[in-house]
């Protein structure tokens, strides 16, 4: 796996080369770093001690709060460390599996919300099989296969990041460890990790986003020709509403990352974007989720009172 490189560290160059603001950004990143890990731990507090939300729905929230604290302990503590550093270094293996793990958690993010549509297109669309289509060794075995995929998906990044050479520079212009940056820096030919980064990535991002457009699109076809009530309508769109802000949220940085053109870019605009999906994303998923969820809010209280 190890490459023949002259490089043995990288710099990250962070957020922004202005020192002044290192400490402030340092505070505030700190700040949501906690609330991330506070938010997303209560959610799967709730939702394992709480038999009322053993349900799949509830499952599959509960792997995507462990993935958004996961996610975000790949970059923001990496991060905040530089803040306050003058070095910046990385190790080379270091890096190569920051790559890794940012690649292994959000691509597994990504077809866990596929996996999460899905769920609710059963339960509206087919809610007499429901309990057959999503029961629990059902829901297991998806949870475990997306693992699966989303690893052996980041080894090929991995793999085949750390193999190239690095004979020039070891500036990064990011705060993390990506494929893109990385192949910015290597020396020689990078055209087969560029295509495996458009078309692999790609369709691990654009796959799991067309299932879950799809699952949204027979849920407002069977609702609107099946469902007389007005009331069972507004109750079953309400139950997709905080889902479909997190697709949003979470979908709509990476398309604009690894689908659109590296020349279309900024360093700064891809910053700043991946700052959105990988720091501010994990941090507002608990906070949409428990808003916009009145089974979440009951089971919250509950907790809160066999614990005073």
């Keep these: 796996m190890l490459n023949q490189t002259s490089v043995t560290e990288f710099l990250l160059l ?14 505030i990143f700190l700040a949501i770093y906690i609330v991330n890990m506070a938010g997303n731990g209560v959610i799967m507090m709730v939702v394992i001690s709480d038999s009322r939300l053993h349900s799949p729905m509830y499952f599959f929230l509960g792997n995507l709060s462990c993935l958004d604290i996961c996610y975000s302990t790949v970059t923001l503590p990496k991060m905040m460390e530089n ?39 059963a339960a509206i669309c087919k809610p007499l099989h429901y309990t057959l289509i999503m029961n629990h060794q059902v829901c297991s075995q998806m949870a475990v296969t997306i693992w699966i995929i ?63 457009l799809l699952s949204y699109f027979y849920i407002i076809i069977y609702l609107f020709f099946k469902t007389r009530s007005c009331s069972m309508l507004h109750k079953a769109l309400s139950t997709c509403a905080s889902h479909f802000m997190v697709v949003v949220l979470f979908y709509a940085p990476v398309v604009f990352t ?26 507002l998923n608990p906070l949409i989720y428990t808003l916009r969820n009145k089974e979440v809010e009951g089971a919250l209280r509950r907790v809160i009172r066999r614990r005073l």
């Design 14 to 27: 962070g957020v922004t080369d202005i020192q002044v603001l290192q400490p402030v950004l340092f505070v």
């Design 150 to 212: 989303g690893f052996f998906h980041a080894l090929l990044h991995s793999v085949m990041t750390s193999r190239l050479n690095f004979c020039g520079s070891n500036y990064i212009y990011h705060f993390l460890c990506d494929v893109k940056p990385l192949l910015e820096l290597a020396c020689g030919n990078t055209d087969l990790n560029e295509w495996l980064l458009h078309s692999v990535t790609g369709a691990i991002a654009m796959g799991p986003f067309s299932l879950t």
């Design 83 to 121: 803040f306050l550093s003058i070095h910046k270094t990385i190790s080379f293996l270091g890096c190569i599996s920051q790559l890794h793990f940012f690649h292994f958690l959000g691509s597994t993010e990504s077809m866990l919300l596929a996996m999460m549509a899905f769920d609710r297109f």
């Design 258 to 283: 690894y689908i659109h053109p590296a020349s279309g870019s900024s360093v700064d605009q891809e910053r700043i974007i991946a700052i959105m999906y990988s720091v501010i994303t994990p941090v």
